[in-house]
């Protein structure tokens, strides 16, 4: 009950802290000071208290995208294991109910792209849905990678098996790297997309909030982060699976995690540039091939 | 006659009134409603009663079996229902009723005095025809139903007979389906050659497995495949779907492409242990239609051609259950079955709700606008808010979101295929058929979100769009009624499970494995509370934006678009440029073509244009059959001196050919064989 309760705040607070370690990470390379690590809930603070400015021509949808943007991440935190500690929901296949829940937040962002009758926010919806269909089967190859490595079809199981690195090396390093690529690319982060550039140069994600202000840009970046802590804690599972033998050590080595993996996509996102557009599927494509030779890998 | 219970009784009772539905109405008043709403009368309550057996069936152990004497050659016609029976008749009393009460209003005898009652005739028609094929269990019967569902369809689906395109469409239709029950006339032969009978049931320990069974079973995949509208057999199926009027394309698509699988179904439920490649087959073309129909799906601009496509993607998931399914009696794995076939019937239960959905729905976008191009559309949503609301269900329930139905199903599917790789005895083909269900399923959710946003959202694309206007009650109530549905049936599917059961248990008779029940090896039930719980959150979550923003000030202003003051409603991204990138990627070579081109030139460029359109016809019609046709229809080009087109000529032909057998019978007398 403790566990499950812990594992809510951390998933409802930390996750705008994630932004902010990104930030000062790239302006540490870059010899900035950079903005505040809290920056992201002073942002949301000042956004929530903000009026509004609605395109026109809109309706409920354009508003359905952050709702979903928000509520679908946070619900998929609850299939997925934090640390060593098991998820507050798990049952055979939950990694399913998992994609498919980002699924839906995807569809709603998408179409309250749409909804704002924009040239830029719908070419930024198609580009957002084309690369997501590609980093599906990366996830799911990597899925049934791991079902096979620990005989379990739930993620609680499935990413707790810290024995796998010693009976199946190799297919963990594979998967490991697709799903950093998967973890790069659904967050929109470089080499994929810059979100930082905010504006015209943006390409994907950012593109299609450009019209959402207020109380519902707030909510759009708080659920982006949300997804980024969802993803970056999955990631940070597979990479490091073993429990650390305190319950309260595992906490404090989940958060730990949680802020490397962040500080990681720092260091990535200063040492690289964005790839050029075309080159986005290529890289993904090459994901997808990673984490299936390590389903192969695992065949006899 | 033998072995009548009252549920066969009330089942061939309600399927003879189904039929006879429209006949009433050919000798109404032309132009008069009476005859439209007897029709419509009558199929409902021929469905309603219809229901009642197939429910008994399905869910209470009730059973029927009966012998008729019949005149024919072939034997006594055989006639059963089993729970594997009455899980598709649930959708053919279900759609078609639905889709008549829409006809009211969609095809209105008043506005249709040519074709309307020709129309209804063979919906009636159709619909009972599809029942008959799933209770007849005699070769004979079996064919002659599938025959008369094959006619009634092509009869319906090219009502609007005037139009090239639908004239077109229909002769692929109807080539397809005969080419199809050739296949089918080859199985019955020799299907009876090895059982000594033309009945379809199985000694204990079910047929044997000789090279004859896959001989069977490979003319069932080209006979019923073609019907299911199985790559690579489906290339009928976007152009008659997209031809037919909208109810007629949901009765098609919902409930037709399923009497197909069932075919499938029925045949392999015959033998004992099936070899494995029959599994490996059906999986490798499941999931091939499924990324073939999603990555097609997404190319479309055609709005009902976009559904049909998709319903391609959608047989080839439940194919792929069925092929995990048929991998598990090979295997001996109970839970194999138990999730791939229990999955793949789920499937064929909630596809029927949301792609009768949805094609409803188009159907209503059709007769506000006008127009099936959806580059024409936008907007719509503030003119049909219901039917808007109604259809974006539909898109989600398709896209398999949770907690919608088509999740539901899905989650088996996937369940059963991981079991498949994950176990002992694993399936490698069952470990890559999950990822490439993902990435047709990833495309097919790109598909929707360009659906549903070029039609419904942002503003009108042109004056048919801006003049678009909610419909009418008849249309407009059975669309809400499937909605309704589509959002409880994935919630109440643990309910559905023990029908599931039964079916599976009655497909699976002959392999004498223990099925296990479906709830004691997918959790179904924990999925559902959590959906619920998913939908809770998203209320929540949506009451408490509207709080916040409620509490500010809001205004309207023009959207941001790069700081261009004026943007128009010409300037939003179109669907064929959502669509291009992934039809470009995914099928290179069959994308949209370009029609014309002309590129801005100079420092101030006048006129620029540029335009293109996804091919009328389907890639593997257009590439792979045609040419082929081509060439041999130039080979038989001498034998069009037989076909004299007098019915005289015609008769001796058949005498002819009587004198040739009967001279055949009577030498083989002469010489038996050693």
């Known amino acids: 009950m403790i566990n499950t309760l812990v594992h809510v705040l951390l998933v409802l607070a930390l996750p705008p802290l994630l932004p902010g370690v990104i930030a000062r990470t790239k302006a540490a390379f870059a010899g900035r000071n950079g903005p505040p690590l809290l920056q992201g809930y002073y942002d949301l603070a000042r956004l929530l208290r903000k009026g509004s400015v609605l395109p026109s021509g809109s309706g409920w949808v354009f508003l359905a995208g952050p709702v979903a943007g928000v509520a679908a991440p946070l619900f998929a935190s609850l299939l997925l294991p934090f640390g060593g500690h098991s998820a507050p929901v798990s049952f055979a296949g939950d990694m399913i109910l998992f994609a498919y829940v980002l699924a839906l937040s995807r569809f709603f962002t998408a179409t309250a792209a749409l909804d704002t009758g924009s040239a830029f926010e719908g070419m930024g919806a198609a580009r957002e849905v084309a690369f997501s269909c590609l980093a599906e089967p990366a996830l799911f190859f990597g899925f049934v990678a791991l079902a096979r490595i620990s005989g379990s079809l739930s993620l609680s ?144 | 006659m033998e072995g009548a219970s009252p549920d066969g009784t009330l089942l061939l009772g309600s399927i003879l009134l189904l039929a006879l539905s429209g006949v009433p109405g050919l000798f109404a008043r032309k132009g008069g409603s009476g005859g439209e709403r007897l029709a419509t009368l009558l199929a409902c309550v021929a469905s309603a009663a219809g229901l009642v057996p197939a429910v008994r069936i399905l869910f209470f152990g009730a059973g029927f079996r009966m012998e008729l004497p019949s005149p024919l050659p072939g034997g006594p016609i055989l006639l059963a229902a089993d729970p594997l029976s009455a899980l598709f008749l649930l959708p053919v009393f279900l759609v078609p ?106 000694p204990e320990g079910g047929l044997a497995v000789t090279g004859s069974a896959s001989v069977v079973f490979l003319l069932a995949l080209v006979g019923f495949g073609a019907k299911a509208g199985l790559f690579p057999f489906h290339f009928w199926l976007p152009g008659a779907h997209a031809g037919a009027p909208s109810h007629v394309s949901a009765v098609m698509s919902g409930v037709m492409l399923k009497v197909g699988l069932y075919g499938i179904l029925r045949i392999t439920s015959l033998y004992g242990t099936p070899p494995a490649w029959w599994g490996g087959l059906l999986l490798v073309l499941g999931a091939t239609s499924a990324l073939y129909g999603a990555a097609l799906a997404a190319g479309q601009n055609d709005l009902k051609r976009l559904l049909a496509y998709s319903s391609i993607e959608n047989v080839g998931i439940i194919s792929t259950g069925i092929g995990v399914a048929l991998l598990g009696r090979s295997a001996a794995r109970p839970e194999w079955i138990a999730l791939g076939l229990g ?202 934006t509207a709080f916040l923003i409620r509490r500010r000030t809001v205004s309207r202003g023009p959207t ?33 073509t370009l029609l014309e081109e002309r590129l801005p030139e100079g420092i101030f460029p006048r006129g620029a244009r540029v335009s293109a359109a996804a091919p009328a016809r389907d890639p593997v019609l257009l590439r792979l059959l045609e040419p082929f046709a081509q060439r041999w229809a130039r080979r038989f080009y001498d034998l069009h001196a037989l076909q004299e087109g007098r019915l005289t000529i015609y008769l001796v032909y058949v005498l002819g050919t009587l004198i040739a057998l009967l001279a055949w019978s009577v030498l083989r007398g002469w010489f038996p064989p050693q």
Request: proline content about 5%; hydrophobic content about 60%.
């Open chain 2, 560 to 592: 941001w678009d790069c700081g261009y003051a004026r943007p128009t409603a010409r300037m939003q991204y179109t669907g064929s440029s959502f669509g291009d990138w992934i039809a470009a990627r995914l099928t290179p070579r069959v994308a949209a």
């Open chain 2, 97 to 202: 009723a639905l889709g008549a009460v829409y006809g009211l209003g969609y095809w209105a005898e008043a506005e249709h005095l040519r074709d309307g009652r020709k129309l209804r005739f063979f919906m009636g028609l159709l619909a009972a025809s599809m029942a008959a094929v799933l209770v007849a269990r005699s070769g004979v019967a079996f064919v002659v139903a599938w025959e008369v569902m094959a006619l009634a369809a092509f009869f319906a689906a090219t009502t609007e007979d005037r139009q090239p395109a639908v004239r077109e469409a229909g002769w692929i239709y109807l080539v397809a389906t005969h080419a199809g029950t050739l296949g089918l006339f080859g199985m019955t032969a020799v299907l009876r050659a090895t059982t000594g009978s033309f009945a379809w049931e199985a």
């Open chain 1, 157 to 300: 199981t499935m990413l707790g098996t810290g024995p796998g690195w010693v009976t199946a090396g190799a297919p963990l390093v594979l998967v490991a790297a697709s799903w950093a690529v998967v973890l790069l690319a659904e967050n929109c982060r470089i080499p994929f997309d810059d979100p930082n550039t905010h504006l015209e140069l943006t390409m994907i994600h950012e593109v299609m909030v450009l019209d959402h202000g207020g109380p519902a840009f707030g909510l759009v970046l708080y659920g982006a982060s949300v997804k980024l802590f969802v993803l970056s804690a999955l990631f940070l599972r597979v990479v490091f699976p073993f429990n650390v033998t305190d319950p309260r050590l595992d906490w404090i080595a989940f958060v730990a995690g949680i802020l490397l993996v962040a500080l990681s996509i720092g260091v990535v996102e200063s040492v690289m540039a964005r790839l050029r557009l075309v080159k986005v599927p290529q890289l993904l494509v090459g994901a997808c091939v990673l984490s299936a030779f390590g389903m192969l890998l695992l065949a006899r």
């Open chain 2, 343 to 544: 999955g793949a019937l789920l499937h064929v239960l909630f596809h029927s709700l949301f792609k009768p959905l949805l094609f409803l729905g188009a159907g209503a976008v059709i007769h506000g606008t006008g127009t099936r191009e959806m580059d024409l559309m936008g907007g719509l949503l503030k003119k049909m808010p219901k039917t808007g609301a109604a259809f974006a269900i539909g898109c989600a329930a398709v896209a398999a979101l949770p907690p919608l139905n088509g999740f539901f199903s899905e989650f088996l599917v996937y369940l059963g295929l991981l079991r498949a790789f994950s176990g002992p005895g694993e399936a490698l083909l069952a470990g890559f058929a999950a990822p490439a269900l993902a990435l047709a399923g990833g495309v097919a959710l790109a598909a929707f979100v360009k659906l549903f946003g070029v039609v419904f959202l942002g503003n009108p694309r042109s004056e048919k769009a801006a003049h678009a206007h909610e419909p009418g009650n008849f249309m407009r109530v059975p669309i809400l009624l499937l909605a309704a549905a589509c959002l409880a049936a994935g919630l109440l599917s643990p309910l559905l499970a023990p029908g599931l059961d039964a079916a599976t248990a009655a497909w699976a008779a002959k392999s004498r494995v223990g099925i296990p029940a479906l709830a004691a090896v997918a959790p179904l039930a924990t999925v559902a509370t959590w959906g619920a719980a998913l939908l809770g959150l998203l209320a929540l979550t949506a009451a408490a």
